[in-house]
């Protein structure tokens, strides 16, 4: 080893500190006193010998410094001062780093601590090493209390061993390691951390856990509360008795809930996939008709139709469906809500049933609300009432009672049937004419779930015949009392004559026998049954119609024969009652049901007894009669049974109206069109969300004549304000089919919005006007990019058009010789160059005409233009055209002389254009008609084909710029897209309307109309 490889090796050996600090400074003398040539060198020989270590090198250390100090002063000034620098320098350069790195201490400090996360670190024995202050403040703990402490020594068991567990899994891994934990915090007990714990190492390979954790408690709680608001959902679908299932465009069932499951048969396993398994074969098209229907956005509500279930049986449903849309608004599918309606429908035939039984009733039968408005009345009420049904109409029950009986129903007939569900009683009737009908009324009370009165049906029958029969009983007991009467005053009087006495008592039997035979002629001439008993009640005579009821014959019967004939369960209440009558000689009615001897049955009856007494008040007989109010009875407890099924269906109705309602509140709310419907009055009924947005302002009531003045609406310029009568909405109301009318919105709160209306009245199925509904697109952004289109599409057609036609001209010049004879091919290729010119000439002509409406600088020469020749010089520069595709055109000889208002070029433009459309879609072979007839003022002129007709998905387009059915047919056939968007612009320039009727594979009709001009 030489000097100089020495000596480098021994400067590497101290910058890189491979040797201990103090060997460093011992040999630094050395360095430097080789490096000068000394005295050191001498030891130069010694030192690189083999053989000599690291002590050796010391020993020469110390040597080399003994010599060092027997060196001049000037000498050691030098070394000590070149030593001072370097020396200053380290130190220098040692303060440097020490700054740089406390100041990158501080801002690592500075952005831990200002981190919205927590942060933490450990060491190798799971101690703190670091926490930042976030983390100090979220758990409320002292940092220096923590550091060099474990998770077991600072928190609870439980918590500590999660933590531990998790910094294990994440020291095991020597990856990342993410876990979402449960861990309170000082102002929230049920904190969520996501946490991300990370193991390292630091430049001394010591090992570290480091751990970083973010409140993640809002993002758990709205996760949860999206999680159960799903499941309540899900809840609410599988628990509602409806079946709700949805499907794709194809008809194909993509869900399937309990209630379709419960409904039809069909399980969800089963159900999906399929292509409605419950609709009837004879129903699949009108099914899918609906369907075809559903995926071009209508909705159905309230569609009644027979399905079938899975067993084969049938069920009557009603059913509402609406399309389903993806997150950018297309329709991917439908949902479809099924109630079953059978029992309704049940419902409907038994109501209709029981009024053809209250239409052939005798007994009159009404119903009134609350207060005692008449509601419902049968003929039998008319008929009574003696008037028409406007005598009826509008009028209070009370109007046709008096006085006394209105009375009585209110204090003692109303009151017990709303304790007791019914009353009965005798009250009269006022008649149109004014006569005071005596009746049998029976009153059932309607109460709410709270018990309140809600209305009453009353059901009656005339006894003016029963009174007649019991007042003549009364006068023939009154006469034979009085008879009597007489009898005794006259045994008085001749009591000393005994014969006479005979002869008197003799006459009065007579008497007496005549009267009792006519009483009992009147009794069995009664339809009811009619018996008599004596004061203390023992019964002692029955007519001829109570026989003829029970089948006893005419004989003395016992007083037990009453418990034969009597029900067992009305017997105990009758004999308590009759015996206290006959015991206080009050008058007693009661009722009870007695066997029918024909047919065996148990009847209700309303019995009666009424006491007759002679001149001093004493009881000399008991009257009684019984009349069959069985039909009567079973009417009212049909009545009270359809009162009850119609509340309960009533109610059910009212909850499913509710739910759906809110469902399609909802459903309107999240279309991202604007939904605004109005009644048959024009009052605003539905405005939803995007409405709402739309206009800046809230749902309001408003009538039609106020919605110029609340909304900012204007037409489709955005300058000219709308009057009422253009309102989409309220031409819709007037029966007025809106479709694709722009208008413009200019909201107090919120950026204007261009909107593309679509509307129409809406009717019942007998077409009876019940309102209007508009839906509005926001095309706003879709205009700003058609402006930007219009003036790219405009600078660009400038630009080509000068070149274009001088290409044009060129290749004509060429095409025509005047660059001497060329070529076939290149003649041909020259032809096809010319003719794609053409194209593109009439494509940028196309552009700059539609540039020039919409700018509104088309100039027009309007005047009145003869029809008729102008058809005819049009057909005649047609002909040519037509003939390449082999098609004929035809237009009646004997056309009428009709003059317009229009643009002579403009307008034979709009014919060309039309004319040329009909020749490309015709079949070879076929035909082109025009024709032009007159209708209220106005001049149509109709461009009819015999080609395939329009797609339907192409027809709400057809009118735009760039439109095409099929690019590939197209340009097959030729044509720039923009044809019938300038004859469309052009005809309304005119003053008119351009539209079409079309049908697949029969052919398309265009017309145009104009105004007739009137010379």
């Known amino acids: 080893m030489t000097k100089t490889d020495f000596l480098s090796e021994l400067k590497q050996a101290l910058s890189e500190e491979r040797l201990p600090e103090r060997t460093r400074v011992r040999l630094l003398p050395v360095l430097v006193l080789a490096s000068m040539g000394t005295v050191a060198g001498c030891l130069w020989e010694a030192l690189a010998s083999p053989g000599v270590v690291v002590e050796g090198l010391l020993i020469a250390s110390l040597l080399a410094w003994a010599i060092y100090q027997t060196q001049t002063a000037k000498l050691r000034a030098q070394v000590v001062g070149k030593i001072n620098q370097q020396l200053n320098a380290q130190v220098a350069e040692l303060w440097r780093t020490e700054q740089a790195l406390r100041s990158s201490e501080a801002r690592f400090e500075a952005f831990m601590d200002n981190s919205p996360a927590v942060a933490l670190i450990k060491d190798e024995a799971g101690r703190y090493v670091y926490l930042n202050k976030q983390f100090a403040e979220r758990f409320g703990i002292d940092r220096a209390d923590w550091l060099g402490k474990t998770a077991h020594e600072m928190l609870p068991g439980a918590i500590a061993e999660t933590i531990t567990a998790d910094a294990k899994q994440a020291e095991g891994s020597e990856e990342a390691w993410q876990t979402l934990d449960h861990i309170p915090t000082v102002d929230d007990p049920d904190c969520r951390w996501l946490s991300l714990r990370f193991p390292f190492r630091d430049s001394s390979g010591a090992r570290f856990l480091g751990c970083v954790s973010i409140d993640f408690s809002q993002q758990q709680r709205a996760e949860d509360r999206r999680r159960e608001a799903a499941d309540k959902l899900e809840a609410v679908v599988e628990a509602s008795p409806l079946a ?53 956005g209508e909705t159905f509500t309230d569609v009644e139709a027979t399905r079938r279930r899975r067993d084969g049986s049938t069920v009557e449903t009603t059913i509402s469906a609406a399309p389903l849309r993806d ?123 709270r018990g309140e009165l809600m209305g009453t049906s009353t059901i009656a029958r005339d006894i003016s015949e029963r009174i007649r029969s ?153 009257v009684g009669t019984g009349t069959d109010i069985d039909d009567f009875k079973q009417a009212e407890a049909a009545l009270r049974r359809l009162n009850n099924e119609l509340e309960q269906r009533v109610e059910e109705r009212t909850k499913a109206l509710h739910a759906e309602q809110k469902f399609l509140v909802a459903l309107l709310d999240n279309l991202q069109e604007g939904i605004v419907a109005c009644d048959a009055q024009g009052a605003l009924t539905v405005f939803n969300q995007a409405t709402r947005d739309f206009h800046g302002l809230p749902e309001e009531p408003l009538p039609a004549f106020d919605w110029a003045e609340r909304y900012s609406l204007f037409h489709a310029d955005g300058v000219t304000p709308m009057e009422m009568r253009d309102i989409p909405l309220f031409r819709a109301w007037n029966g007025e089919i809106v479709r694709q009318d722009e208008m413009v919105i200019v909201p107090k709160v919120g950026k204007t919005r261009t909107l593309l209306a679509n509307g129409q009245a809406i009717r019942d199925p007998e077409g009876n006007v019940l309102g209007a509904v508009v839906a509005m697109q926001d095309i706003t952004e879709r205009k700003a990019m058609d402006r930007i289109q219009n003036e790219f599409i405009s600078v660009v057609s400038h630009e080509l058009r000068t070149p274009l036609t001088s290409i044009r001209g060129a290749l004509g010049l060429i095409d025509g010789g005047i660059a001497g004879e060329i070529a076939p091919q290149a003649q041909t290729l020259i032809k096809i160059a010319y003719n794609n010119t053409e ?99 106005r001049v149509r002129v109709s461009v009819s084909d015999h080609g395939p007709g329009i797609p339907l998905e192409f027809q709400e387009r057809i009118f735009q710029k760039f439109a095409q059915a099929d690019s590939a047919d197209t340009r097959q056939r030729g044509g720039t897209g923009l044809g019938l968007s300038i004859c469309k612009a052009l005809v309304e320039k005119f003053g008119g309307t351009i539209g079409y009727e079309t049908a697949p594979g029969q052919g398309t009709t265009f017309h145009i109309d104009l105004q007739e001009h009137q010379s």
């Open 839 to 937: 194209r593109l000439v009439r494509l940028v002509n196309d552009i700059l005409d539609i540039e020039k409406i919409e700018a509104g600088e088309m100039e027009l020469s309007m005047r009145p233009v003869p029809l008729t020749p102008l058809l005819v010089q049009t057909l005649a520069g047609m002909a040519g055209y037509a003939g390449q595709y082999d098609v004929a055109l035809e237009m009646p000889e004997a056309l009428p002389e009709f003059t317009v208002c229009a643009d002579t070029d403009r307008l034979t433009q709009v014919l060309t254009n039309l004319i040329s459309n009909a020749v490309k879609f015709s079949p070879p072979g076929g035909t082109v008609q025009v024709s032009a007839k007159a209708y209220a003022g």
């Open 470 to 622: 019991e007042e003549e009983l009364r006068q023939s007991y009154a006469k034979l009392e009085g008879r009597v009467h007489e009898r005794t005053a006259d045994l008085e009087l001749v009591n000393e004559w005994l014969h006479d006495e005979i002869a008197v008592r003799q006459q009065a039997e007579e008497t007496l026998r005549a009267s009792e035979e006519r009483y009992r002629f009147l009794a069995d001439s009664m339809p009811q049954i009619v018996w008599t008993a004596k004061p203390g009640g023992e019964t002692n005579y029955y007519n001829r119609r109570w026989h003829e009821y029970t089948g006893l014959p005419e004989m003395e019967i016992p007083e037990t024969v009453w418990e034969s004939i009597i029900h067992a369960d009305d017997l105990p209440v009758l004999q308590k009652g009759w015996s206290s009558a006959s015991a206080s000689g009050q008058p007693y009615t009661w009722e009870y049901r007695l066997k029918r001897d024909s047919d065996q049955t148990y009847r209700w009856h309303l019995g009666r007894s009424v006491p007759l007494r002679d001149a001093a008040g004493a009881i000399i007989m008991w």
């Open 244 to 296: 709700i299932f949805s499907f794709d465009c194809a008809g194909l069932i993509q869900s399937w809930s309990l209630g379709a499951e419960r409904l039809f048969g069909w399980s969800e396993e089963e159900a999906l996939g399929l292509e409605f398994p419950f609709v009837p074969a004879e129903q699949k098209e009108i099914s899918k008709a609906l369907i075809t229907r559903l995926i071009h």
């Open 327 to 449: 997150g950018e608004g297309r329709i991917v599918g439908a949902m479809a809500l099924v109630g079953d309606i059978t029992a309704r429908k049940k419902n409907d035939e038994m109501r209709i049933r029981l009024g053809e039984i209250l239409k052939a009733t005798s007994d009159f039968v009404g119903m009134a609300d609350a207060q005692g408005n008449i509601l419902y009345h049968n003929q039998a009420f008319l008929k009574l009432a003696g008037g028409g049904v406007e005598s009826i109409q509008g009028k209070n029950i009370r109007e046709f009672h008096p006085a006394w009986a209105s009375d009585l129903i209110a204090h003692e007939g109303i009151p017990t049937a709303l304790r007791e569900g019914s009353w009965s009683g005798e009250t009269a009737f006022i008649t149109a004419q004014g006569v005071e009908v005596p009746i049998s009324q029976v009153i059932i009370a309607h109460t709410s779930p």
